[in-house]
Nanobody, 119 residues
């Protein structure tokens, strides 16, 4: 499956952005999907995850209550709605997927989209 992340940009603190992760090649409905981010000089971290059915989601403590992950399997797309953005949310955001029947790490990655939050 190929993943294409989009929707990043420059936003002021307190603003909102919605990231999209569109899949091609295979139906995304068979995959668990996650959003990760990597800020300059920092390690990559998991931000949010969603199961293949959309029935279960999880979030990093730093984004709980502000970010929402969702999916539209008919559109082969997973979204990350980001509200109340903070300067510390500035990072390159990546979407990743792993087949629902597999365990372990995510092995399909998109190219990343840059989010910059100004103070």
């Amino acid at each position: 499956v190929q993943l294409q992340a989009s929707g990043g940009g420059l936003v002021q603190a307190g603003g909102s952005l919605r990231l999209s992760c569109e899949a091609s090649g295979r139906t995304l409905s068979n995959y668990h999907v996650a959003w990760f981010r990597q800020a300059p000089g920092k390690e990559r971290e998991s931000v949010a995850t969603i199961t293949w059915s959309g029935g279960t989601t999880s979030y990093a403590d730093s984004v709980k209550g502000r970010f929402t992950i969702s999916r539209d399997n008919a559109k082969n797309t997973v979204y990350l709605q980001m509200n109340s953005l903070k300067p510390e949310d500035t990072a390159v955001y990546y979407c990743a997927a792993r087949f629902r029947g597999s365990s372990g790490s995510y092995n399909y990655w998109g190219q990343g989209t840059l989010v910059t939050v100004s103070s």
